[in-house]
């Protein structure tokens, strides 16, 4: 199949050209005709698919026809950063339309945004708190809607949304297309999705399945060694763009901190930076002035980097579906990645749920060379407890800078960063190197 076969208007095409796109991925295969029919769509589809282009596409090629400068697309996601990315993929793919679009989300002055809408527009990419507030002081008019997006609506469910959504839904012209897109469907997301949507077609796409260019290793470590065999891994590993998990805000900044005294350039996102520290820290990493991020689940939603080369769960997610979202960050659109996670005896339980998921066992590594039979330190034992069950807040109001001064680069292992599919699960060649791989106890 190729984007031709979609006879896009020619301003369309030409920007799916200069993007490279060439063949849809699957979801972008099924979901662009589905939509483009006027249907209503359910995809169930994780980031790293390409189903921002799968939506946004068909949008911009419904709104090249028709008035202008009236709002008749509305997307709502859960995050700034998701709301930032879908915005960027439209400049980019409605570059040669005279479309224009504008986002709306807290944490930033209102004004602006206001200035925008009343500027006139033809989409709005919205987080729902601030779409909420624009609606109660009627600063936006959405009585031309003809598309309604709801995008990781699972995400929006966990982060608890679901009453704004149906706020905002309650106010939306009833005679519209709606589309909903979800990684997993937790039981509130089907009955929300069976209330809006009309004789939908569903479109699933790799909801069990991580992308395949993943490689997948797992470290059995105790509890108080984990930072130094993360330390360990790094410097045998390509450190270009490496994404660190951690279950809780306080050790992310923690283990940012080590990193930055162990000499590298490393940032940590939290859920409750500024606006400001938040965007200094993605785009330090977007650029390479950070070679390692350290966040949370809330804080990375949305990230999107293409080039991230490694996944490491420094603590390993407490859902299947939250594995596989982390580790859809590297091996995208067919670039290769590797996922490490660190257990510990207590993730047991977990690992042969993701691994129930995967289709497949994870292969257990051990760093040859890494004393393993550390004791546990008798103070400062922070990092010898098991992290605290994650607190999900809505959109944090509260601003707390973060510590993220460059440190010093270290000499980068001489290596690329190598890849290989799930299936085979195998060792890079730099790592079986360093690691002797064997199945853990
Ligand atoms: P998404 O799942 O929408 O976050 O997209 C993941 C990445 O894949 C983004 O960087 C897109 O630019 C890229 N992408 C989307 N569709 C295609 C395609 N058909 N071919 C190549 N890359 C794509």
Redesign the pocket.
């Known amino acids: 199949m190729h984007?031709q076969s979609f006879n896009f208007h020619p301003s369309i095409s030409a920007a799916v050209k200069e993007?490279?796109?060439?063949?849809?991925?699957p979801?972008?295969a099924q979901g662009i005709p589905a939509v483009m029919k006027g249907s209503d769509v359910m995809g169930l589809?994780?980031?790293?698919?390409?189903?921002?282009?799968?939506f946004v596409l068909p949008i911009l090629q419904r709104l090249v026809k028709g008035p202008q400068g009236k709002i008749r697309a509305l997307i709502i996601a859960p995050t700034r950063e998701l709301a930032e990315?879908i915005n960027e993929?439209i400049a980019?793919l409605g570059k040669q339309t005279r479309l224009r679009s504008a986002t709306v989300y807290g944490g930033v002055n209102i004004k602006p945004q206001i200035q925008k809408l009343r500027n006139g527009v033809d989409i709005v990419v919205a987080c729902p708190g601030r779409l909420l507030d624009h609606m109660g002081q009627k600063t936006i008019d959405l009585a031309n809607l003809e598309v309604l997006v709801l995008d990781e609506a699972d995400q929006m469910f966990d982060m608890g949304f679901l009453p704004d959504i149906r706020r905002i839904l309650g106010q939306l012209p009833s005679k519209r297309q709606t589309l909903l897109f979800s990684a997993t469907m937790p039981p509130d997301i089907k009955r929300l999705a069976a209330d809006i949507l009309h004789n939908p077609v569903t479109v699933q796409v790799g909801t069990t399945a991580p992308p395949v260019t993943v490689s997948h290793a797992i470290y059995p470590v105790a509890q108080h060694l984990k930072t130094p065999l993360l330390l360990e891994l790094l410097r045998h590993t390509d450190k270009q763009s490496v994404l660190v998990f951690t279950r809780t805000k306080h050790r992310a900044k923690r283990v940012g901190e080590q990193l930055e005294k162990a000499g590298y350039r490393a940032a940590s996102l939290q859920g409750n930076l500024s606006q400001n520290r938040r965007q200094a820290a993605l785009e330090g990493f977007r650029d390479g002035s950070f070679q390692i991020l350290v966040a949370t689940d809330i804080a990375a939603r949305g990230i999107?980097v293409?080039q991230v080369s490694h996944v490491v769960n420094y603590d390993i997610t407490d859902k299947a579906e939250t594995y596989i979202h982390r580790i859809g960050r590297t091996g995208?659109?067919?670039r290769t990645g590797d996922a490490f996670t660190l257990v510990t005896a207590d993730d047991a339980a977990m690992v042969r749920t993701i691994e129930k998921t995967l289709g497949a066992p994870l292969e257990r590594r051990l760093v040859e060379g890494f004393d393993y039979n550390v004791p546990a330190p008798r103070q400062d034992a922070e990092f010898a407890r098991p992290p605290r069950t994650p607190q999900v807040r809505k959109q944090p109001r509260t601003k707390q800078p973060a510590k993220t001064t460059a440190a010093p680069q270290i000499k980068q292992a001489a290596q690329p960063a190598t890849g290989h599919s799930a299936k085979e699960a195998r060792p890079s060649a730099a790592q079986s190197r360093v690691h002797r791989s064997r199945r853990a106890r």
């Open positions: 984007f993007a490279g796109y060439v063949t849809p991925t979801i972008q589809a994780q980031t790293g698919t390409g189903k921002t282009a799968a990315q993929s980019v999107d293409s995208r659109a067919s």
